[in-house]
């Protein structure tokens, strides 16, 4: 009888769709609204020279000053601690610092500028600096600079998910937000629209990460970069971001429904400036249609890109002109 009574209550719980249907459940903490989990381990890739650190740095000033991210997206306010793992880069992150926060200090914010794999002293480096600093966000640049060396006889798989998981139970210990800068392949195995499957590494690299981000970019020439987020607890987030020329301040451009529009918005820009414009005038900028040409107008209107002012003329809405013009105000003096 008595082992009955054990088995009993071992046994798993079934929850009926009655029962789900009326369960209340609060939503998730987040450290950056639309962008970072309060807690656990996220994964940031991109090209090399997209701008990967550079943001982590936005963030870093974002969280240790309380102010919103890219200067739109709200979020928690607390420490910050940046890993650079890959010294020979150091000098360059020493470099992109000063220039990002044009030598004033960043307050309540900490560098460690050396290698250490995470399972030959870095878990324990992270935990003794945390609980030093209870900082709420570590940037750790890169991953292949603190994973440890792999044998054949191996499991790779398997270490891969394991060193994301372990990131993430500190994250979680220490109620912050692990981020960890990572490569896309070289072979670029993307397909389809997920950009998540270009990341390097196996399956289980991006299954062991609370979180998943892509840096986009239209060219290395453009200052403007497209964002596709997502988190265990979260709905994807896409947006547009990019560098003030003047400031070299990095700032919010735009959400979702801009990014498939806007590189051919820039275009049609470029060759219309500031001119009121109908779907002819705009089918002959983008070497389309004048029957395409309306259509984009519409999905723009739609998007907050353009305003119709009547008689079929459409002009540039004040939020795109304003973000034109901290993208291109070198480039129109210089000319």
Known sequence: ?????????????????????????????????????AEGAVLLAADPKAGKSTLCLELCRAVCTGTPTLEALPGQEGGALFWMADDTARDRFVLNYQKTFQNEPL?????????LPLYGGGFDLLRTALERTRARLVIIDCLTAV?????????????????????SAIGRDFHCCIVVIHHLSSGRRASGPNPFIGMAGSFALTGGADGLITLGLFSMTRRERIVTAVHRDGLPNRFLYAMDAATSRLFWVGPDEWVSCWDEAVQAYRAMQGSTFDGKELGEALGISDRAGRAKLARWRAAGLVEDIGGKKHSWAPTLLDVIQRLLAKREVRS
Not at 20 to 32: D, G, K, R
Not at 107 to 115: K, M, S
């Open 1 to 37: 009888m008595a082992v009955a009574t054990n088995e009993t209550a071992r046994a798993p719980r079934w929850i009926s769709g009655l029962e789900l249907a009326t369960m209340h459940i609060e939503p998730h903490e987040q450290l950056i609204e639309g962008l970072l989990p």
């Open 107 to 115: 307050p309540n914010f900490e560098v460690f500028l050396e290698r």
């Open 147 to 167: 994973r440890n060396a792999r044998d054949e006889a191996d499991d790779f798989v398997q270490q891969e998910y394991d060193e994301l998981r372990d990131l």
